[in-house]
């Protein structure tokens, strides 16, 4: 990175401002919601050396489940329309979960958002978070949530009343972010102001609107959702532009910042700070870290590119609808479902599928271009998949992630597989049968004679075995039995794994010292919402997200 020159320009405008004491040292945030929502990711970004301070997602003192999937959908390439609802864990969760990553990469602030359904619930949100908050950014500004965010945003003596209750009880600085919904910018900046605030952020999402499939039917399970991405650009800008007029305070810009441009066009109307979230979808943390780092350099004279490179032609969140061939019984709450058609993908790599006005969810396939899911019975979702019949629609979206590489010619290849999670670890035997030197498949109930004849066809010598109640763990006692008889073998094996966690943990056990870490390749079965790298639902201990960053991983 060339030197900061760009940085040293703007931040002249933090001097002499509440802002001035949290030591921000580089320009860049990624806004509320988006990205950093786990602590565990926080913690990560933190060391990207563009990334000046830390923004939590919008917090409340009871925890708030949000609404169901589908949150998010790209209805135009870089545009979204989003709905999470605010979901998150509480504030004291949250509060106990971050406190042990602090303090963040060289001291960076943590700017904690919250959010209430009245001025009291405010100042109680913000008194929890006291402790790890290095500022407060007040979230009045969501469009799609009743009883918050822009409904409180709306009511000036609330607003009023927020920012001098948290800023007296707290001695934090206090950051409202406003709507472009509201209007009238510029007077509630002056309100803002006059209340005690130390900054603004602009801008949050625009909206509502609704996004349809090709079918008519609302896509979003909240059928309303904010709209984020490149197509936003023009109303942040007016939006910071009319408020750097009315007032004297530094401004965090966010909304479709994309390039080097949009932040030259942010700077020139008055921001001081610039948070970048939708241009970030889809990039797995190498590629976010290279995106800031590209910027940055761009802005101090280097390379001209966009970060981002070419504008996207297509959607990452493009539905295809096709038909159910079969849903077949195999076991206990298992079953299998067969899709007419679907695109191709690697082993362990991941769709969406969706039924309207019921949910997505995300699988793994036993079988791609003719779609085949091992499906577990847990929930609404998947009971109305168990309810479906031959010649049923159904809608898919992807694949996404990473899946497990491809072996090298003549390296064999160990694979372990538990309950659902068989499905790629079954693909992965059907794309590579002669680099399969031992197979293992674990089931907590009996799978009817047809299934368990179809996993031999497919791979010969697998070890089909069922963990009876008293016999918990006996696939991972095989395995290593087989190991400890085979040790040479296995050492130069690659082994893919995809199954429950306590089973993955207990395999990586087990194999430790035995094969080495890097050729441990892990697919993990986390809750996934979005698939592009933007709820943070899918964080890792590590601050990684699953849905980019995996879903298979090794632990070298």
């Known amino acids: 990175m060339t030197d900061n020159k ?195 952020s602009l801008i949050n999402t ?92 761009s802005l101090n004279g280097g390379q001209q590119n966009s970060p981002q490179g070419p504008v996207r032609s297509e959607r990452r969140m493009n539905y295809m609808k096709t038909q159910v061939i079969e849903n077949s019984r195999l076991g206990a709450g298992i079953f299998k479902l067969v899709l007419e058609q679907g695109p191709a993908c690697n082993p362990g790599m991941y769709f969406f599928l969706r039924l309207p006005e019921v949910g997505e969810k995300p699988f793994s396939p036993a079988w791609d271009t003719e779609p085949v899911y091992l499906v577990r019975k847990v929930g609404i979702f998947t009971e109305a998949l168990e309810k479906l019949q031959s010649g049923d629609s159904i809608y898919m979206r992807g694949p996404y992630g990473n899946g497990f590489e491809q072996p090298w010619p003549h390296e064999s290849v160990v694979l372990v597989g538990g309950g659902t999670g068989t499905a790629p670890i ?26 368990h004849k179809e996993m031999l066809q497919f791979v010969p010598s697998a070890n089909i075995i069922y963990d009876r109640p008293n016999e918990i763990g006996k696939v991972v006692r095989s395995l290593a039995e087989d190991a400890c008889s085979h040790r040479e073998d296995y050492s130069r094996s690659r082994v893919y794994v995809c199954g429950p966690a306590a089973m993955m943990n207990a395999v990586y056990a087990v194999l430790d010292g035995i094969v080495p870490p890097e050729r441990i390749c892990i697919a993990r079965e986390d809750i996934m919402k979005c698939g592009i790298g933007l709820c943070g639902t899918c964080a890792t201990e590590q601050g990684f997200r699953s849905c980019v960053d995996g879903p298979v991983e090794t632990r070298a």
């Open 6 to 200: 760009f940085w040293q320009l703007t931040q002249d405008k933090l001097v002499g401002t509440g802002l001035a004491g949290l030591g921000i040292r580089a320009p860049f945030t990624i806004p509320s919601g988006i990205v950093t929502t786990a602590p565990s990711v926080i913690s990560a970004i933190a060391k990207l050396p563009e990334i000046g301070f830390l923004t939590t997602k919008t917090l409340s003192l009871r925890p708030r489940a949000g609404y169901r999937e589908p949150v998010i959908h790209e209805y135009y390439p870089g545009c979204f329309v989003n709905a999470v609802g605010l979901a998150n864990p509480g504030a004291e969760v949250f509060l106990r979960t971050m406190q042990a990553l602090l303090p963040l990469h060289e001291n960076k602030p943590l700017v904690v958002s919250i959010m209430g359904e009245n001025p009291q619930e405010f100042l109680d949100c913000a008194l929890v978070l006291d402790p790890i908050a290095d500022a407060f950014e007040l979230n009045l500004s969501c469009p799609h949530v009743k009883g918050a965010g822009q409904s409180i945003g709306s009511d000036p003596e609330a607003v009023s009343e927020v920012i001098r209750s948290i800023k007296v009880r707290t001695r934090k600085p206090v950051i409202p972010k406003l709507s472009p919904n509201l209007g009238d910018i510029a007077g509630m900046a002056r309100l803002c102001r006059d209340s005690g605030a130390d900054a603004l």
């Open 426 to 451: 079954l693909m992965a035997a059907r794309r590579w049968p002669n680099s399969v030197f031992r197979a293992f498949f674990g089931f907590s109930e009996q799978v009817n004679d047809s299934f």
């Open 206 to 297: 625009v909206g509502p609107g609704i996004a349809l499939d090709q079918e008519g039917n609302p896509i979003l399970s909240n059928v309303l959702g904010g709209l984020s991405g490149s197509g936003i650009l023009p109303i942040g800008i007016k939006s910071v532009r009319e408020a750097s007029r009315a007032v004297d305070l530094p401004i965090i810009a966010s909304g479709g910042i994309g390039s080097a441009d949009d932040v030259r066009s942010y700077a020139s109307v008055g921001a001081s700070l610039f948070a970048i979230g939708s241009s970030l979808a889809g990039l797995s943390t190498p590629q976010l870290a290279n995106f800031f780092e590209r910027l940055m350099d």
